[in-house]
């Protein structure tokens, strides 16, 4: 992190005593050079599956920093490709890199778009958002995807209690919440507490029928479960869900 491309921890310790929108904003013009932008063996992983899957027509990645999801949706989807994010300064990178894309500066708690994708994505971007946000925000991916579009995001296999990697997160998410409690804004970027349950629940509650994919690619632990899943939740028709009274 600390490389000549990196930030400088002094850059860091600004960003992270920011707001989320201000701190990605400062951050932006370095974060490709950051462990924060998903890897590329993630994204690859992704489109693998999602290729299978496909093809599909336009697609859509929420939150999408500086655009690391929109080479997944490049190489997925037939038709225009869009990306929402907060941040000005991260959107401006993504520009840049991707001249092809649609790009709009949104909060995905609230998007201003009607229901025109066949294909949502979003990678990284769960822990800024708070458990009781969580179900809104399936909610806004369900409103703004074609019957039968999908929503799609990687999930990392929960590091066991007591491993380093499982330490490590909770060292993370212990400081973090010291710092909201004692600083302001607050800065939401909590990486524990996304359960695989309650995903799935909260997605079928937004109307959508989820399935899990393993990402071969990335490997599978010693007891064969897969290190990392896609969740792939696809729109259903409300109304052929409900109930019929004859």
């Known amino acids: ?10 850059e860091l310790a600004v960003q992270a005593l920011s707001s989320v929108e201000h701190g990605y904003d400062l951050l932006a013009p370095k974060f490709d050079h950051t462990p924060f932008r998903t890897p ?5 992983a992704t489109a693998a599956v999602l290729a ?7 697609g859509l990645d929420l939150c999408c920093g500086t655009g690391a999801g929109l080479d997944v949706l490049g190489q997925v989807c037939r ?19 991707h001249p092809e894309a649609d790009l709009l500066r949104g909060d995905v708690r609230a998007l201003p778009l009607g229901a025109d994708y066949d294909l949502a994505v979003s990678f990284g971007a769960f822990g800024h958002f708070l ?18 579009g999908r929503f799609a995001f ?18 993370f998410d212990t400081a973090m919440r010291i710092r909201n409690a004692l600083w302001r804004p607050p800065f939401v970027m909590y990486y524990r507490g996304f359960g695989l349950a309650d995903m799935r629940r909260e997605l079928a509650t937004a109307g959508f029928a989820v399935e899990l994919y393993a990402l071969e690619a990335l490997g599978r632990r010693p007891d064969g479960s897969p290190r990392a899943r896609l969740v792939v939740a696809t729109k259903q028709d409300r109304e052929a869900l409900q109930p019929q009274v004859s």
Do not use: C, K, W
Not at 1 to 10: H, L
Not at 80 to 94: N, P, Q, Y
Not at 135 to 144: E, K, M, R, S, T
């Open 1 to 10: 992190m600390f490389t000549p491309e990196g930030p400088s921890f002094r």
């Open 40 to 44: 590329e063996s993630v994204l690859d």
């Open 52 to 58: 299978g899957l496909g093809p599909f027509g336009r």
């Open 79 to 97: 038709e225009r490709i869009t990306g929402v994010d907060i941040s000005a300064g991260m959107l401006e990178v993504a520009a840049g890199a």
């Open 131 to 148: 458990p009781r946000e969580r179900p809104n925000l399936y909610a806004q991916a369900y409103a703004v995807l074609r019957p039968g």
């Open 154 to 171: 990687p999930v990392a296999a929960p590091a066991r209690p007591g491993s380093p990697g499982h330490l490590a997160l909770l060292g």
